[in-house]
C-alpha cells in the first residue's frame, strides 16, 4: 500500500525537522505521498520539491492557514495549491508581519508575570542563532522549548497549559484571516479545502455539524478525520460528518517534530493509515467542481 500523510511542518513554521531532513525522513518512514503544511506560509516548498525529487516521494503543494474562530481554533489545510498565486502570497506575508510583531508581546506578558525569559533566548533555541533568519517565523512551540530548557516547566505540555494556551498569561492572540478568505485564497489558488484536525474547534457534535454546514457553503470539500490528536472516537464522528457533507476524509499526524513530543510521522491513531485513494479522492474532488 503506497502510504500518505497530508499534514506535517518544517523550521519554516514550528516544526524542528529543516525541509531537506523533513523529506528525508518520510523516505525512512515509508510515505510514498506527501504535504508539507507549514502556518501560513509555503516557503518550504521547493526545498522540499528538491529533496522529493531526490528521495522519490511524490510531493503534493500545501499549507496550513489560521482561521477566526471561538471557542477553539479553526484551521484550514490547503492541498495542491500553487505556491506562486499572487493573492495567496500577498496574505501570508501579512499574516507573517503580524506574528513578528505579535513575539515580542508574548514576552513582554511573560516576563510581566515574573518569568526570565527574552525574545533573543527564544530564537537561539528555535534556530541557534540570536536575530530571526530570514524566512523563518518563531510559534509557541519554540516559547515552550525555551521554557523547558530554563527549567520554568518541564514538559511542552506544562508550557501550554500554564502560560501559552488560550486565556494564560502568555497568550497573545495572533492575525487571522476569516475561513471564507481562507477557503477561497485555497480556491483561486487551485487547490482544495480541508478542516484540520477538527475536535480542537471544541464543539459539542450538533454545533459542529452546523459549523461544518456552514464552511461547505464557503466552499470547504474535505475534512481531516484522521489526526495525532484524535481518538477512535472522534474519527467516527468526523467520518459521519464527511458522508453528511460530501467531503473528502483527508489525514495526517500533525507531526512537528522534537516541537511536539509523543507524535511521530505518519501516526494518526493505533492502526490507522491512509492510502493513496484519499490523494485520488482529492484529485477527483477538483476534477469535478460544479463551482
Keep these: 500500500m503506497k502510504r500518505v500523510d497530508f499534514h506535517m511542518h518544517t523550521t519554516h513554521s514550528d ?32 526545498k522540499c520539491l528538491q529533496e522529493a525529487g531526490r528521495q522519490g516521494i511524490e510531493l503534493v503543494p500545501g499549507v496550513e492557514i489560521s482561521a477566526q474562530f471561538d471557542p477553539g481554533t479553526l484551521h484550514i489545510l490547503g492541498f495542491f495549491l500553487n505556491q506562486n498565486d499572487a493573492a495567496l502570497k500577498n496574505a501570508f506575508e501579512d499574516v507573517q508581519k503580524a506574528r513578528r510583531e505579535r513575539n515580542p508581546q508574548i ?129 467516527k464522528l468526523f467520518e459521519k460528518m464527511a458522508r453528511r457533507f460530501d467531503l473528502v476524509m483527508t489525514g495526517g499526524s500533525d507531526f512537528h517534530g522534537a516541537n511536539k513530543p509523543g507524535v511521530d510521522l505518519g501516526w494518526m491513531g493505533d492502526g490507522i493509515e491512509l492510502s493513496y485513494d484519499m490523494v485520488e479522492s482529492l484529485r477527483n474532488k477538483i476534477r469535478h467542481r460544479s463551482f
Design 107 to 235: 514576552v513582554e506578558k511573560l516576563q510581566a508575570f515574573g518569568l526570565d525569559l527574552t525574545l533573543e533566548e527564544v530564537i537561539h533555541e528555535a534556530y541557534g542563532v540570536r536575530e530571526m533568519p530570514a524566512g523563518k517565523q518563531l510559534g509557541r512551540p519554540h516559547f515552550a522549548k525555551t521554557l523547558i530548557k530554563k527549567g520554568i516547566v518541564k514538559t511542552h505540555e506544562e508550557a501550554f497549559e500554564k502560560y501559552l494556551s488560550k486565556g494564560k498569561p502568555g497568550y497573545v492572540d495572533k492575525r487571522r484571516l476569516s475561513s471564507k478568505t481562507a477557503i477561497s485564497l485555497i480556491r483561486q489558488a487551485g487547490g482544495i479545502a480541508s478542516v484540520a484536525h477538527p475536535k480542537q474547534m471544541r464543539l459539542d457534535p450538533e454545533k459542529l455539524e452546523k459549523e461544518i454546514a456552514r464552511l461547505v457553503d464557503e466552499g470547504l470539500e474535505a475534512i481531516e478525520v484522521y489526526n495525532s490528536c484524535q481518538n477512535a472516537e472522534d474519527n
Design 15 to 46: 516544526g524542528s525537522y529543516t525541509p531537506e531532513e523533513l523529506i528525508r525522513y518520510c523516505k525512512e518512514k515509508g510515505l510514498a505521498c506527501v504535504s508539507v503544511t507549514d502556518h501560513d506560509t509555503m516557503s518550504s516548498f521547493e
